[in-house]
């Protein structure tokens, strides 16, 4: 019995559906997964829509998953984040970081998001350092958001020049820490 749906069209999607054998089905799309009606305990969403989504235009998506999980199934994902200082110093995602809560692609934009859509339990965390090569959770939007953040400049010192070293460190300080990481991601369950 299948319990487990993959959602996405890529290598990271392969590799995922291959560690739970013989429960997992992969699919590049909602649509193509649902010819049977099942009813999933878990749908696994690998890049879960574009960085600069608006939350209105997620949200039917996510109320589609939400109706295809069982009562009590979860949804877990990730999404490219949508305010990074890269993506900021070449001009976009200045949106994003200003109106935080419209978008998908933003810690406040994915829990109303997921919300909206009818789940519970929202938690989003930054992955560090990214999500191909994850080492850790950093929870998005906390109190321990700013320490873990200096924690891991100073943990990455050495793979940086002092310029980088110190830009990183410093963001952290201002608890911008966020800003250095390239994905979210978060999980949700569908109330009983």
Request: proline letters at 4%; one cysteine or more.
């Amino acid at each position: 019995m299948e319990t487990v749906l993959v959602l996405g069209a890529n290598d990271l999607s392969d590799q995922l559906a291959g560690a739970w054998p013989r429960v997992a089905r992969r699919a590049a799309s909602l649509e193509s997964a649902d010819a049977d009606g099942t009813s999933w305990e878990v749908i696994a969403l690998v890049d879960a829509g574009r960085a600069d989504a608006t939350v209105a235009r997620t949200r039917g998506f996510l109320e589609e998953v939400n109706n295809r999980l069982r009562p009590d199934g979860w949804i877990v994902g990730y999404v490219e984040h949508a305010a990074t200082w890269r993506r900021l110093l070449r001009g976009r995602g200045w949106c994003a970081a200003l109106l935080a809560h419209r978008f998908f692609g933003r810690p406040r934009g994915c829990l109303r998001a997921l919300r909206e859509a009818g789940f519970d339990s929202c938690a989003v965390w930054y992955v560090h350092p990214l999500i191909e090569a994850p080492m850790g959770l950093i929870p998005a939007e906390s109190r321990t958001e700013r320490p873990e953040f200096v924690r891991a400049a100073h943990a990455g010192r050495g793979t940086h020049g002092a310029l980088g070293f110190l830009a990183r460190l410093a963001l952290a300080h201002l608890g911008l820490g966020g800003l250095q990481q390239r994905h979210l991601f978060f999980w949700a369950r569908k109330p009983c």
